[in-house]
């Protein structure tokens, strides 16, 4: 039990990053930095899903109510998602594979709230192991891009067109070889191999 107790900790600092110090959210960003691990990932992206939940009821709050301590959480929230996603780019892409199906949800869940401001580090990890996935959220909200998601899918189009260039180019020697091949030996039959 005292070896997972560490994790238990780290687990619960996540859950709670919003409400955190600035230091407690520092030794956490560190560990995650650190290990660099599926664990720590995870770990990532429980603190920035608690710190983005409690900036959309803050935002709510504030529509109601014109105080400005709740303008500044606010602010220190839109610091810490932004500071939280921009984290990610500390892990390989072997680590961010096991996570795809979580980081797509993030993004959607950014795009219906029009954030994306802060699903620029998202979409461009995306983009490193699920490409085509990536350009095709991007295309489906072409009109609201920042300048750095616009030009992440220019830069993924543009990849995206190379490749089925050269995917037809491929094919096309393929089939000229196989028909070379049936030409070359018309008389092949399953017998000859026997």
Excluded: W
Aim: charged share 25%; with cysteine.
């Amino acid at each position: 039990m005292p070896d997972n107790l560490p994790d238990l900790i780290y687990r619960d600092l996540a859950k709670n990053a919003s409400d955190l110090s600035d230091y407690d959210l520092f030794r956490l960003t560190d560990f995650i930095k650190n290990l660099k691990s599926n664990f720590a990932l995870d770990l990532l992206l429980v603190s920035f899903t608690s710190c983005y939940n409690k900036y959309l009821e803050i935002i709510e709050y504030i529509e109601n109510d014109d105080e400005n301590n709740n303008k500044n959480l606010l602010k220190l929230l839109s610091l810490r998602c932004k500071s939280l996603s921009g984290i990610l780019e500390y892990f390989d892409q072997d680590i961010l594979i096991n996570f795809k199906k979580e980081l797509t949800d993030i993004i959607l869940s950014l795009i219906s709230n029009n954030d994306f401001i802060f699903s620029q580090s998202f979409f461009i990890n995306l983009s490193k192991i699920e490409p085509l996935v990536c350009l095709k959220l991007l295309r489906k909200n072409k009109n609201n891009l920042t300048e750095e998601l616009h030009s992440l899918l220019l830069s993924l189009e543009d990849e995206f067109e190379q490749y089925q260039h050269l995917s037809f180019e491929v094919e096309e020697i393929i089939n000229k070889n196989i028909s070379d091949f049936k030409f070359d030996f018309p008389n092949f039959s399953y017998l000859d191999f026997i």
